[in-house]
């Protein structure tokens, strides 16, 4: 009786064993596929990524803490993170329908602009010169500074996001309106406040003086 009492005893536990195994394998399993691991090249950069991986930039960021953005090197191991297909359309599908609710329209430079947010901003402008970017002619992510590009206050207007710049009066900037992308920042660059990447020399900058602008959030 006690030797049955034993192996019924031993059976359970390890029956029990046997489903806790199954269950951290299959965690790990489910683990492993919400998480890609991306050997860097010299020329990758968060921006890219988010981009090549489609993974929202600041969660990509957010699963990378320790890695400089202007420090992606060759052989840097960025980890990439993911969701599962069907969650990931359900989400999709729900951001899209309250977007769709959300979505305004305005006409601007003969063009119907769909937009999220108007913000009037306090504007300046900035150029590739060494003294105004310590790290070189780059963004926050490393990607070289065109026209588009546009520094924000991260907490105002996330990195990342698409923007529709107007309402200024500069020879140096398209005329009437130009896409832009929210990808740099700056000690100064403060609430709704944002500095505007132009051409050409400091003394030419300086004709843009402050001025308060239009900037339309698309996504």
Avoid: C
């Amino acid at each position: 009786m006690v030797r049955m009492v034993k192996l019924v005893r031993r059976t359970v536990v390890t029956a029990t064993s046997l489903a806790l195994a199954f269950a951290l394998s299959a965690s790990a399993a489910t683990a492993s596929a919400a998480t890609k691991t991306h050997t860097a090249t010299n020329h990758d950069t968060f921006w890219k990524l988010s981009r090549q991986y489609n993974v929202d930039l600041n969660k990509l960021m957010k699963a990378n803490p320790t890695i400089d953005p202007l420090n992606i090197y060759a052989g840097l191991k960025i980890k990439i993170p993911a969701t599962g297909a069907a969650s990931a359309n359900t989400v999709k599908a729900a951001s899209a329908s309250k977007a769709a609710q959300n979505t305004k329209t305005v006409k601007l430079n003969g063009k119907t602009i769909a937009y999220k947010t108007a913000i009037k901003a306090k504007a300046t402008a900035y150029t590739a010169s060494h003294e105004e970017n310590g790290w070189g002619p780059v963004d926050y992510f490393g990607n070289p500074l065109k026209i588009g590009t546009v520094a924000v206050d991260p907490k105002v207007i996330p990195l990342g996001t698409k923007l529709y710049i107007t309402g200024y009066d500069y020879n140096g900037l398209p005329q009437g309106g130009y896409y832009a992308t929210a990808t740099d920042t700056g000690s100064a660059i403060n609430g709704y406040r944002v500095d505007l990447f132009v051409g050409g020399s400091r003394q030419q900058a300086s004709q843009f003086g402050i001025q308060y602008i239009n900037v339309y959030v698309l996504e």
